[in-house]
């Protein structure tokens, strides 16, 4: 008797990232899986119940079987279709995918169980409308669906927001960051603001200090004449005259 022998894959023909995608399938574990039988009951699909009811337990952050059993019995309703139309495969694939997703969210206490839960029925619920939508030629129909779908996928990405939340414990980090620009040198200075004595500092060792006592003459700056003038500095010329001018112009009014 002759036996057959398997094809032989020439190096070329193999796909590109084979061996990087092996090694990563291989350090990632697999999620259970669960089987049911003709009766509409569940378990392992070998012989470990007691391995498998570890791995549920792990999978779902509980040990508790009162919760094991009541998400299953909804996964399992889940897997009707209209009119409770169900078969085995569709009842193994809903909670098969149920169990993948749970080792992923990794659900830490039995509210995030349930809500991830909620979470499989509404990509369900949507994944039904865009589906009866596409399947019908009447454009009022479609749109109904389209609608409906809709809704469902912001009540999905609103149920993620609150599991991250909750995972998260609500807490938010904000990093601010300050830029100021030095009008002397046009550089651009990043960094935290330092408060001291009510006024904000900024520590700047690259650039000095500019120091002035109350009561002295500034340095007088150049201007943009050719020649080479001064700009004068502020002070108090021509003030007493300004002065004396508002005093008449009150005593004008009066």
Not at 3 to 15: N, Y
Not at 109 to 137: C, D, K, N, P, Y
Not at 205 to 214: G, K, S, V, W, Y
Request: aromatic content about 6%; overall charge neutral.
């Amino acid at each position: 008797m002759s036996r057959s022998r398997k094809p032989v894959i020439a190096p070329e023909a193999l796909e590109p990232g084979r061996e990087e995608a092996r090694l990563w399938a291989d350090q990632r574990p697999a999620p259970p899986r669960a089987h049911v039988d003709d009766e509409g009951y569940y378990g392992a699909p070998s012989g470990d119940h007691e391995g498998w009811r570890w791995r549920v337990s792990q999978a779902l952050g509980s040990t508790s079987p009162d919760l094991q059993n009541m998400v299953f019995a909804e996964l399992l309703s889940l897997a009707k279709g209209p009119g409770g139309a169900t078969s085995r495969y569709a009842e193994e694939t809903v909670m098969g995918v149920a169990l993948a997703a749970f080792s992923s969210v990794q659900p830490r206490t039995e509210f995030e169980v349930l809500l991830a839960v909620q979470m499989i029925a509404t990509h369900l619920f949507a994944m039904e409308e865009v589906r009866m939508g596409r399947a019908s030629t009447d454009r009022n129909v479609r749109y109904l669906h389209a609608n409906i779908a809709t809704k469902m996928t912001r009540t999905y990405l609103a149920q993620a927001e609150a599991l991250a939340k909750l995972q998260g414990g609500g807490k938010q980090q904000v990093e601010v960051r300050h830029v100021y620009v030095d009008a002397r040198g046009g550089q651009n200075i990043i960094g935290d603001v330092h408060g001291g004595g009510g006024a904000e500092k900024l520590h700047q060792p690259h650039e000095p200090a500019l120091e002035h006592t109350p009561g002295e003459a500034c340095a007088p700056l150049r201007s943009k004449d050719p020649e080479g003038h001064f700009v004068h500095g502020a002070g108090s010329e021509g003030q007493d005259a300004v002065l004396s001018a508002r005093r008449r112009k009150g005593l004008g009014r009066s």
